[in-house]
């Protein structure tokens, strides 16, 4: 699911590892809207009839818009990125969804 410009993808997610009542959401690209946000959710959440979803992300400023839509942090994985680039394991549970 992406965000388009000027015939340019700006922003988008990739939902992948799904496991039932869990998916793990890949984020990249700025300028996410409400709408899209929004869009997110009720795929992951209406459609997938997922209890949760999953983020892994090294970035500080994913983390951010994660816990502005409910999110928590559960955890750091050392170097899953690389020598030196950890991970944040954000969850976001339905009851604590923002849209």
């Known amino acids: 699911m992406g965000i388009a410009r000027n015939d340019k993808v700006m922003a988008g997610v990739i939902f992948n590892v799904f496991e039932g009542a869990d998916v793990h959401v890949s984020v990249a690209g700025r300028g996410f809207t409400k709408c899209f946000l929004a869009e997110v959710g009720r795929y992951v959440f ?4 997922c209890e949760r979803m999953t983020i892994q992300t090294e ?10 839509l409910g999110g928590k942090v559960e955890g750091l994985k050392r ?21």
């Open 46 to 49: 209406d459609q997938l009839k």
């Open 59 to 68: 970035h500080p400023s994913v983390v951010s818009i994660a816990e502005r």
């Open 79 to 99: 170097n899953h990125f690389g020598v030196g680039r950890d991970a944040y394991l954000v969850g976001i549970l339905k009851s604590e969804w923002k849209f």
